[in-house]
């Protein structure tokens, strides 16, 4: 579970670098 949770945690993170790189 945790293992599940760590990767939409990091993916998340990819989302929000990805959000803050396209302004």
Do not use: F, P, Q, Y
Not at 12 to 17: M, N, P, Q, R, W
């Amino acid at each position: 579970i945790s293992g599940v949770t760590t990767i939409k945690d990091t993916a998340s993170k990819l989302e929000l670098a990805k959000k803050a790189a396209a302004r």
